[in-house]
Structures are given as structure tokens and as C-alpha cells.
């Protein structure tokens, strides 16, 4: 197993990032297309993905991404980026060595090929051809579903943070993942290669992933920035495609509840009190307290005190209802959630 120790700084310095990570997701959908787990969730994704992705554009990125084993960390940029073409931008900016020495640790696992060669050598000509193999594969099988992924990522993280306050950074770090456990100062991480990660005060960000299956994975080399990639809890409908703005005459969601009561299920995602989903749906407090209360004796939503005010936030249950219909442009919360203690 993966122990991750920490000190006392390293607890102070935990955060989980409220929104999906462009380049992990390309990453870990590449390994989802590999085997056939999770049929009942992606096998329409991977049936349409193989029809729109030419052969090879895909051999090419799945010589670089093998199933199990390694897949080179420059791929997964441990910068923080904002959208897809900056974390894009950061991996071809990877240093010729750093490119050379990765992908001699891949060969490991994976025999070398004359794409792999080209590629460790540095020429311009072969980031190239990487740049617009990952554009291709992510046009077609992350963007179309970047707002259903968001979605769900977004409720993730509202849950983490209501464990983080109302049982503070042991609930958070224990309630992670059936394959995590925290026994502290360690967090193990079951299946994977046994080895220790020594923090050291950096901290470690958690990065909740829709395409990271049954088991978190990380960087493999220990000098970059800790981060650990989890599961997210998986359900039918997490791969739903759609638009930012739905048409109005065809919101489904809308027609079953209402559409202020569905604006503010979708609200709540992002977790908010009762003044900011007032505003958000247009509303007075009054009326927005009364679609809460309706909402959360429905089980869509939990709510709990915050100070001065109260705070909601989606259930799975209520996660699971938009992401079989879906209402609205998804609202994002404005920075990752740090921890304190």
C-alpha cells in the first residue's frame, strides 16, 4: 500500500479542489477505454468515443497510457490550471529531459515503439503530434460531458466540506475513499505499490475525478506537488451530455419540480446559504427558505448552521435527479476548500 505521512503543518495545508482537473480526466478516461468495468455508466461514452476519435490518433495516446503500471506524470501537469488549453500548454512545455527520463520509466511496462522513441527525443515535430492527438481525444470524449462531470464534482466537494465542519480534518481524510484509511499520522491508500510518501509540510491537494475508477492514484515522482486523485461516488447519468444553456421548452428537470425549484437544486451544488440562493434564483428570502425546506424534506438537500446563517447543500439523491435531466448552467464555488485546524 501507499502510505502518506503527515505532520502537523501538512494537516493545515489540505485542500480538495472543487472542480475536475481537464488533463487527469483525459488521463484516466484513456484507462476507462482499456478494460469494461463500470458498463451500466461508461459504455455509451466509450462506444461513442471509438466512433469519433480516429485509430490513430488513439494508438498514439494509448502507447503512453497503459492500463496498469505507469503512465508518465507529464501528462497530469502538477501546476494548477484553469481550463483545458493551459494545462494543455503545460505539459508541451515539459523539459526534453523530464520527457526522456518519464518515459524511460514507462518502457518498464510498456515496450518501446517508434512513436515513444520520436517522442523522448524531443523533436518539436512530436509534441506536435501529441498536442493535437490530445486535443482531438478530449473534444470528443471529455468536453461534451464537462458540465455533467462539474456537476458532480462540485457536489463532491460540498460534501468534503461539510465533513471537514462538522467533524473537522480526520472525518475528511477517513471518509475519503472504502480504499483509504486514515491511521494517523498515515494515510494508506490500499492497491496500490508499496511505498512511502513523506509530505514533509507541503501539504496535499485531493482531487476528486469522475474517470478515476475504484481505486486513487497520484504522481509518481515524490519531488512534485503531492496530489491525490480520488473516485467520486459513481451513478447512471454522471456521463450526460449537454449544453451550458438548456432550452426551456424541453427542461424536464423544470417540468417535475418547477424551474425556481430547480434552479435551486442546482444551486445548491455549489452549497449556499439562503441570501445567496435568493439571488441566485431571483427571489425573495421568504420564498427561497421555502423551496430549501421543500427541497430538503424531499432528501435533495441537506442544510446546517453556519455561523449566523444556514448553509445547503445537494444530496447524492438530489445529484442523481439532475444528472438524469439537468436544469441549468452549473454554478462553481469560488476557490478549492481549504482546511483548517
Not at 158 to 176: P, Y
Not at 270 to 291: F, N, V
Request: charged content about 20%; overall charge positive.
Amino acid at each position: 500500500m501507499l502510505r502518506i505521512h503527515f505532520t502537523p503543518r501538512d494537516l493545515t495545508r489540505v485542500t480538495v479542489a472543487t472542480n475536475p482537473a481537464p488533463l487527469w480526466e483525459v488521463l484516466l478516461s484513456l484507462h476507462m477505454l482499456q478494460h469494461s468495468d463500470g458498463r451500466l455508466i461508461f459504455e455509451d461514452w466509450r462506444r461513442q468515443v471509438r466512433a469519433k476519435v480516429a485509430p490513430e490518433q488513439m494508438r498514439l495516446l494509448l502507447e503512453l497510457t497503459p492500463l496498469r503500471g505507469y503512465s508518465p506524470d507529464f501528462l497530469t501537469p502538477a501546476e494548477p490550471a484553469p481550463d483545458f488549453e493551459t494545462a494543455l500548454e503545460l505539459t508541451l512545455a515539459t523539459p526534453r529531459q523530464q520527457i526522456r527520463s518519464q518515459l524511460d520509466l514507462l518502457s518498464k511496462y510498456r515496450p518501446v515503439s517508434p512513436w515513444t522513441r520520436e517522442l523522448a527525443q524531443g523533436e518539436r515535430s512530436s509534441l506536435q503530434k501529441l498536442g493535437r492527438a490530445i486535443r482531438t481525444y478530449h473534444a470528443a470524449a471529455i468536453a461534451p460531458y464537462w458540465k455533467s462531470i462539474g456537476t458532480h464534482v462540485s457536489a463532491d466537494h460540498a460534501h468534503r466540506g461539510e465533513a471537514l465542519a462538522r467533524h473537522g480534518v480526520d472525518r475528511l481524510l477517513s471518509s475519503l475513499h472504502p480504499r483509504v484509511r486514515w491511521v494517523a499520522p498515515v494515510l494508506q491508500v490500499l492497491d496500490m505499490n508499496d511505498r512511502d510518501l513523506y509530505l514533509d509540510g507541503r501539504g496535499i491537494e485531493l482531487q476528486p475525478s469522475a474517470f478515476c475508477w475504484q481505486v486513487p492514484t497520484k504522481l509518481r515522482d515524490p519531488e512534485l506537488k503531492p496530489i491525490l486523485v480520488y473516485p467520486i461516488q459513481h451513478a447512471p447519468g454522471i456521463l450526460r451530455q449537454g449544453s451550458a444553456e438548456p432550452d426551456p421548452s424541453t427542461d424536464a428537470l423544470g417540468s417535475l419540480l418547477g424551474s425556481t425549484r430547480a434552479a435551486a437544486l442546482e444551486a445548491a451544488v455549489a452549497g449556499c446559504t439562503t441570501t445567496e440562493l435568493a439571488k441566485r434564483c431571483k427571489i425573495s428570502p421568504a420564498a427561497a427558505s421555502h423551496q430549501a425546506t421543500v427541497l430538503r424534506e424531499a432528501g435533495l438537500i441537506t442544510t446546517r448552521r453556519d455561523g449566523a446563517s444556514v448553509r445547503h447543500e445537494i444530496t447524492q439523491l438530489g445529484i442523481w435527479l439532475l444528472s438524469g435531466h439537468g436544469s441549468g448552467k452549473t454554478r462553481q464555488p469560488p476557490s478549492d476548500l481549504q482546511v483548517s485546524v
